[in-house]
């Protein structure tokens, strides 16, 4: 169960590290196989890869160097896995902190993920990830363009 607790933690990193960078569209290929959860209200459908590409496209701003200057951090993942049924699924926390210019490293905002994956011919892949669960929020002015 290690290697698969393990591969699953890593699809969670995979995704910091990608909006870090600054490879939105590698960020948004983690989800291909998945649903996106922005919105619980009555009749909100879930978005999939290409829908939310196009709003991190739209809405995080990127600097000079290509990146949003930002530090997506993960922490405290709880993974249960079947691994009759080949799904698992994960919550964790997320931090994000920015530095811009000349400014402070500050933390912007903290959530949480709630995450299911699947196992396809052997690989875990993302299959939903709830992304409405943002709990506390900074100053979010150059992240997002609102």
């Not at 969670?12 to 989800?31: Q, S, V």
């Not at 699947?118 to 875990?124: I, L, M, N, S, T």
């Amino acid at each position: 169960m290690a290697d698969d607790a393990t591969a699953i933690a890593n699809l969670l990193y995979l995704y910091a590290e990608a909006m870090d960078a600054g490879d939105f569209a590698g960020a948004a290929e983690l989800f291909a196989h998945a649903d996106i959860i922005v919105d619980h209200s009555p009749g909100a459908a879930p978005l999939d890869a290409a829908g939310i590409l196009r709003i991190w496209e739209s809405s995080v701003v990127r600097y000079a160097d290509g990146t949003p200057r930002t530090k997506h951090v993960t922490t405290n993942p709880i993974i249960e896995i079947d691994a009759a049924a080949g799904t698992a699924t994960c919550r964790s926390y997320y931090t994000v902190l920015q530095q811009v210019d000349d400014g402070p490293l500050a933390p912007i905002v903290a959530g949480r993920y709630h995450d299911r994956f699947e196992r396809v011919d052997g690989a875990w892949r993302f299959s939903e990830r709830d992304y409405s669960l943002m709990d506390l929020s900074g100053d979010l002015s150059r992240h997002l363009q609102m």
